[in-house]
């Protein structure tokens, strides 16, 4: 025994002389003392998550490989280490509230060999990322990011969606729209044949919510995560840089990668990689109203961002272009733009969109219109009527000629363009979405990006930018049944997870509804799941600068009350403040603007009553008007029935409101002065 203790001490007496360190850690801690992000750097460089003194995240290894072999983050050596403490407030035009409060602890770890990593700590979660602080260009292989959980903890996911049933390979999967429903399931029931794309969200053992996402993606891959082996561990997997693509896809309208390199980025001097966040909540409600994707966004480009202007738009893609009782034929024609522009006027919405039809098929040239259409008098009628146009772009037709499309259709008077089936997010991609934000800002033009990967804060740094799908959004009632594809619990679980990363184009506004039993997908006169006032709640609940109008312009103008209500919504918010809500079962949601509160509840297929306290809104003393529309008495057979009423706020600040199953109730808050 006294052998063995001899020789125990000898060793390590051998390795403490030739030089082998002990690991050090160096942490942060958020402004308020709860959260504290711990980095250890020995051998390897680990870190570990605490909050509330309970264990977020376990040691977790991270590192960055290079494409000649060199790895950083292995026999680091700490060079510098500089810590910073910020408390200010970020404008915010094109958000859900008028400022943004940016306050964190930073401690920031330079090492031997030209990179850093910085540490930052907010009140409500901590974020890393890794720097280069050498201009030397370096090809990244592979990046090593894991999420190690104290335990087999409950999950709610996204995974990558496999419609063709049949195993799919990573490759495969990297082609991807970014939309599906949530999986519910512990971590080891995790499928390691399946990539998950962000954001996610784990349940620790106190019941408190991890949602993990990322921010700042710029000049690299999104992450996505997997479990390889059913443990407790998830690991960041990225799409490579693609080293061929050919046109094709949906109407030849897609790059679609057939070669990658053997690297997932490379990157040409100083660069900034993307941000890795964990957002922690105490309760459920606070990840409705998260700020941290866009605090940790890069500041905006926009040096005057006055000219860009939210709001609504009437759409003619998911009503088939729905016109009727009119004498000419309805289609993708300039009568019938025209018609929705003289409906859009009617109602005081700001835009309309020609969505996919306007140019040619097949040609993948977005200066070859159609002979149906008279682009020109379709700009110009709008203008004499005060509504913007926006046209749908293909990826792939942008991607011929961004500066030359952007420049000739803003000088022809087009606002915006929505940009389609981009359906990747390796670096060339992103690197894409950033010509066309700057492309677009540059000549005065909003971006709605579809078939697009989750916001990572470019709404801030960009904020013509003005919208995101990555959804599964209402677009899909038209072809997916209930029993493929729960929307109703999707739409209670969404704000809590996909809604964390930014604003979201989910194309609410449904006036045909049906119940749990009487809806059915159909493609020419769709029709939502779920109540009427829940149409109405979504949009308070859902987060959309430019917010869709999804119906025909009969059907809304045979619902004149559901109608003006919805066209006097606003789409972006003084101040938001989360009241309510659980996870995949109910969620409710106040906005201010300007002296007035919009009230949104949602439920799922459970018949709720809530009662909110409206305490929090901080109202001024004085009296309010509730303007309020509810599921009505009969709404749980017949979903379009609601009921509007209007009453005084109760002394106490409660609201109560009762939803029928698959249902939702909307309310104005008016101070009776104004």
């Not at 052998?3 to 001490?9: A, C, M, V």
């Not at 030209?114 to 201009?135: C, E, F, K, N, P």
């Not at 690991?235 to 057939?258: C, D, E, I, R, W």
């Not at 000088?411 to 981009?422: N, R």
Request: proline letters at 5%; glycine letters at 8%.
């Amino acid at each position: 025994m006294k052998k063995t203790i001899l020789l125990s001490g000898l060793i390590l007496w051998c390795g403490i002389a030739i030089g082998v360190p002990r690991p050090k850690i160096y942490t942060v801690t958020s402004p308020d003392g709860k959260n504290t992000l711990e980095l250890t750097v020995g051998e390897h460089i680990s870190y570990r998550i605490l909050s509330s003194k309970e264990l977020v995240v376990a040691p977790s290894t991270i590192s960055l490989t290079l494409a000649d072999g060199t790895v950083w983050g292995e026999n680091p050596r700490v060079a510098k280490v500089t810590r910073t403490n910020v408390d200010k407030m970020i404008s915010s035009p094109v958000y859900k509230r008028s400022e943004v409060k940016d306050h964190f602890n930073q401690t920031s770890v330079q090492f031997r060999g030209g990179y850093a990593i910085d540490l930052r700590a907010y009140d409500d979660g901590v974020a890393y990322r890794w720097r280069t602080v050498s201009d030397k260009p370096v090809q990244i292989a592979a990046e090593q990011a894991e999420f190690t959980f104290p335990g087999d903890l409950n999950a709610v996911v996204p995974y990558v969606r496999n419609r063709s049933k049949k195993k799919m390979t990573f490759t495969q999967q990297f082609a991807n729209s970014f939309e599906n429903v949530y999986t519910h399931t512990k971590l080891s029931g995790l499928d390691p044949s399946r990539l998950m794309f962000l954001p996610l969200v784990t349940e620790l053992p106190s019941g408190r919510k991890v949602c993990i996402t990322e921010a700042y993606l710029e000049g690299y891959p999104g992450m996505y995560l997997n479990n390889p082996n059913g443990g407790n561990t998830l690991k960041g997997v990225f799409a490579p840089y693609p080293k061929s693509t050919k046109t094709g896809g949906h109407n030849g309208l897609q790059h679609l990668v057939t070669e990658a390199e053997p690297y997932i980025a490379r990157i040409y001097g100083i660069h900034k990689f993307p941000w890795r966040t964990v957002i922690i909540a105490d309760q459920d409600k606070e990840l409705l109203d998260s700020d941290m994707t866009y605090k940790l966004a890069s500041p905006s480009r926009v040096d005057d961002p006055s000219w860009i202007k939210p709001g609504k738009v009437a759409w003619e893609w998911w009503n088939d272009w729905g016109v009727y009782g009119v004498d000419f034929k309805s289609g993708i024609n300039t009568q019938t733009y025209k018609h929705y522009i003289d409906f859009a006027a009617e109602h005081g919405i700001e835009y309309i969109i020609l969505d996919e039809g306007w140019s040619v098929l097949g040609k993948c040239d977005l200066l070859q219109i159609v002979p149906e259409i008279d682009l020109k008098q379709i700009i110009d009628y709008g203008q004499s009527k005060g509504v913007g146009i926006i046209l749908w772009a293909g990826y792939a037709a942008l991607d011929k000629d961004i500066e030359g499309l952007c420049k000739h259709y803003a000088q022809m008077g087009v606002k915006g363009f929505k940009v389609d089936f981009m359906n990747r997010d390796d670096q060339q991609l992103v690197e894409f979405i950033y010509k066309v934000a700057d492309a677009a800002a540059r000549n005065k033009l909003l971006v709605d990006f579809h078939g697009m990967y989750k916001p990572t804060g470019l709404n801030r740094t960009y904020p013509n930018v003005i919208n995101f799908e990555g959804v599964h959004g209402l677009e899909t009632a038209k072809w997916t049944p209930i029993e493929s594809a729960d929307q109703v619990t999707y739409d209670v679980t969404i704000p809590f997870i996909r809604m964390v990363a930014g604003p979201m184009d989910y194309t609410q506004g449904a006036m045909l509804n049906g119940t749990k039993e009487t809806f059915r997908a159909v493609n020419s006169q769709p029709m939502s799941p779920g109540t009427r006032c829940r149409q109405l709640a979504e949009y308070v609940i859902f987060e959309s600068p430019l917010n869709m109008m999804c119906d025909s312009p009969n059907n809304y103008r045979k619902e004149p009350e559901c109608t003006e209500f919805i066209a006097q919504i606003p789409t972006v918010w003084t101040q938001t403040v989360a009241l309510d809500g659980k996870i995949g079962e109910y969620a409710a949601i106040a906005r201010r603007k300007g002296n007035s509160w919009w009230v949104g509840a949602l439920t799922d297929w459970n018949a709720r009553t809530i009662t909110l306290d409206l305490l929090a809104l901080n109202l001024p003393a004085g009296k309010y008007t509730v303007t309020l529309f509810r599921d009505g008495a009969n709404a749980d057979r017949y979903a379009e029935d609601y009921k509007k009423e209007s009453f005084s706020l109760s002394p106490d600040m409660k609201l109560t409101l009762e939803m029928a199953p698959g249902g939702g109730a909307a309310a104005i808050i008016s101070p009776d002065q104004y």
